[in-house]
């Protein structure tokens, strides 16, 4: 296994981690007002272990504009449309739209940097997808439905949303790979990204009718849950990711990374003591067998 390969796998099991971490914040404040606090905290996560690492500042101005556009077009649009995909269609619907952003990002690099796509590489993600959408749709069990699960008119807005997303995802990671590629440095690099998605949310507040309670302060056992989703998703986790990016693919950095469904299911199992059925499995093993291709 390389090194890209290593890092893309560590990302999507923090990335695990991190959709643990979310679930009470995201209940309490609401799922878009939540990512903006998550910003905050991330940005100040990743100023400390920038100081602790000690690196000088070492990013070209050239370098920024990509970043920023990056941190926007990914983070900041693609997780605004990606809360109205999962109000509209809930999480698992969401979530098989969303993982086409790992095809999409290998053919937006096929067709914009050049990379090289292999019939097995392409075999991968088709199956790897093919996994993933299975994981997402039979992961949670029939007898819990939840409220999430009912659709909302029209349909054709939330899928519309949920594609959005996806190419927000696809295209922000493309934006990012030939800064990575020059050796930027991931910590630095995810610090400039999180803020200008940061400051976009932020940004986009005073255009929402219904404003939440901006500083509302959270129990303990929810603010734990702000800082833990902060550091395994937008702070270590992203930078695990931008480091997979600094030598490999983007379709098999994308691909490994979109893997974190499956990851999931043996902390559903956990949670609600039911055994993920069958059609989840057979998805994961889809996804494992998708994995070992790549990392060949």
């Known amino acids: 296994m390389d090194s890209a390969a290593f890092f893309a796998l560590a990302a999507s099991f923090s990335w695990v981690l991190s959709q643990l971490f979310g679930h009470k914040p995201a209940l309490y404040y609401g799922s878009l007002h939540f990512n903006r606090l998550r910003m905050i905290v991330a940005s100040f996560l990743l100023v400390v272990m920038i100081m602790l690492n000690g690196n000088s500042w070492e990013l070209a101005p ?3 504009k990509w970043i920023i556009i990056s941190g926007i077009v990914g983070i900041g649009l693609g997780d605004l449309f990606l809360f109205i995909a999962m109000e509209r269609l809930g999480p698992r619907r969401t979530g098989v739209l969303f993982a086409i952003n790992a095809p999409l990002a290998a053919f937006l690099a096929w067709l914009t940097l050049k990379e090289e796509l292999t019939f097995l590489i392409i075999f991968a993600i088709v199956i790897g997808f093919l996994g993933i959408a299975l994981a997402v749709v ?8 939840h409220d999430w699960e009912v659709t909302k008119p029209p ?3 939330g899928v519309s949303a949920g594609l959005l997303a996806a190419l927000g ?3 922000g990671v493309l934006f990012l790979r030939p800064v990575m590629e020059q050796g930027a440095d991931p910590l630095q690099t995810s610090l400039i990204r999180v803020v200008a998605a940061g400051v976009f949310l932020w940004a986009i507040l005073m255009f929402e009718k219904d404003k939440p309670k901006i500083w509302k302060i959270p129990p303990i056992s929810v603010g734990w849950h702000v800082v833990g989703n902060g550091f395994f998703g937008l702070s270590f986790g992203l930078a695990l990711f931008l480091k997979a990016l600094e030598t490999g693919q983007v379709a098999k950095v994308s691909m490994l990374v979109a893997i974190s469904p499956v990851l999931m299911l043996p902390f559903i199992w956990f949670q609600t003591k039911k ?5 989840a499995w057979f998805g994961a093993i889809l996804v494992v067998l998708s994995s070992w291709l790549i990392i060949l």
Do not use: D, R
């Open 275 to 279: 055994l993920p059925v069958l059609g």
């Open 169 to 171: 995802q696809a295209a």
């Open 62 to 64: 050239s370098e920024w």
């Open 138 to 145: 039979y992961g949670s069990p029939k007898t819990n439905i």
């Open 155 to 157: 349909l054709w807005l």
